[in-house]
């Protein structure tokens, strides 16, 4: 906020993209994933709403979590 307050959303804006693209790897895209992006297009003045979760993918996530349960528990019976 105090660098878009000294000189502008632009330059902080280009900054962080430059910033991003230097250190874009597998553990940047990993840690940071879209957010880069979505702060410089969000300095930019584009203010659209995230994406949502897709409904299936929450879904099949939850079940997984579920799912992964009962597998912990025979793998923990099988280390005792």
Do not use: F, H, Q
Request: positive net charge; hydrophobic residues 55%; charged residues 15%.
């Amino acid at each position: 906020a105090e660098a878009v307050r000294r000189v502008g959303s632009r330059p902080v804006a280009g900054a962080l993209l430059k910033v991003w693209m230097k250190a874009s790897g597998a553990v940047t895209n990993a840690a940071y994933g879209d957010a880069a992006s979505a702060r410089v297009a969000c300095l930019l003045g584009d203010l659209t709403e995230p994406d949502s979760v897709p409904r299936r993918l929450l879904v099949m996530s939850v079940a997984g979590a579920i799912a992964s349960i009962p597998l912990g528990l025979c793998v923990a019976t099988l280390l005792v």
